[in-house]
C-alpha cells in the first residue's frame, strides 16, 4: 500500500506539471516550485527523512543535484527491482519536463542552506573509519569529504550516516552502479567492495561524521 508521504508526493508532482509552462514565471520561482515535488521526501528545508530513507539535499552542488536527477530520469540508476527509493525518485525525475527543469530544481536545491546533519548512529572505531576512508575514499571525495566535481564525488560531511551506510550497502550489492552508462557509479561500487563488512561501513560514515565543521 502507498504511504501517505508517496501519495503526497505524486500529487505534488501532478500539480507542477499541470500548472507547467503557465504564465510567466521566473526562473527562480520555476525552481522553488519545483521542489514542491521534492518536499514530502527530502523536507521543506532538504533536511532528509529516515522513514523514506531520503538523504539531505540542502546545499548540494547543482552539477550533482542535476546529475543524479538525469541518472533517475534514463533508468541509469533506480532500475533495479529491489531499489524501493530508486523506484520513488524515478518518476519523481521524469515530472521534470520541461527543457531547464533539472537545472531550476538543481539550482534551488545547490542555494538552500546546507545544514550539519548530527549523527543518529553510535559513533564507532573512527580511527580505523580514517585508515578506509584515506585508502579509499578520500581520492574522490577530497581530504575533508569536501566533494569533486572531476570525480562525480559529492561532498559527505553534511549527509546522514544512516543514508551514507545504505548507498555503501547498495553499492556493494551491485543494487548501485552496475548500469554500463553510470561511470562514477562503477567507480563506487568498486570501491565499496574493499569494505570487508557493515563494520567497516559503519567505521568509515563515523570518521566522515568526526570531520570539522
Known amino acids: 500500500m502507498l504511504n501517505k508521504a508517496y501519495i503526497a508526493l505524486i500529487a505534488a508532482a501532478i500539480g507542477i506539471a499541470v500548472v507547467a509552462g503557465c504564465g510567466s514565471q ?7 516550485q519545483l521542489y514542491e515535488t521534492c518536499m514530502p521526501c527530502h523536507g521543506n528545508a532538504g533536511e532528509g527523512n529516515l522513514e523514506l530513507c531520503a538523504p539531505a539535499i ?38 521534470l519536463v520541461l527543457t531547464n527543469d533539472v537545472d531550476l530544481v538543481a539550482d534551488h536545491v545547490a542555494k538552500m542552506p546546507a545544514v550539519w546533519q548530527k549523527p543518529d548512529f553510535a559513533m564507532a572505531d573512527t580511527a580505523a573509519g580514517a585508515m578506509n576512508f584515506r585508502n579509499i575514499c578520500q581520492t574522490c571525495h577530497g581530504e575533508k569529504a569536501e566533494g569533486n566535481e572531476a570525480m562525480g564525488a559529492p561532498p559527505l560531511a553534511n549527509q546522514h550516516d544512516w543514508y551514507m551506510v545504505a548507498q555503501l550497502k547498495k553499492f556493494q550489492s551491485g543494487m548501485r552502479g552496475a548500469n554500463p552508462d553510470d ?15 557493515s563494520v567497516a561501513m559503519h567505521d568509515v560514515v563515523s570518521y566522515v561524521k568526526s570531520l570539522p565543521r
Not at 533517475?72 to 525518485?89: C, L, Q, S, Y
Open 26 to 32: 521566473s526562473t527562480a520561482d520555476r525552481g522553488r
Open 58 to 95: 540542502a546545499g548540494l552542488p547543482k552539477w550533482y543535484v542535476a546529475g543524479q536527477l538525469a541518472k533517475f530520469k534514463t533508468d541509469v540508476r533506480g532500475a533495479h527491482p529491489d531499489d524501493m527509493e530508486g523506484h520513488r525518485m524515478r518518476p519523481m525525475a521524469r515530472s
Open 183 to 197: 561511470v562514477f557509479g562503477a567507480q563506487m561500487r568498486a570501491m565499496s567492495t574493499t569494505l570487508a563488512d
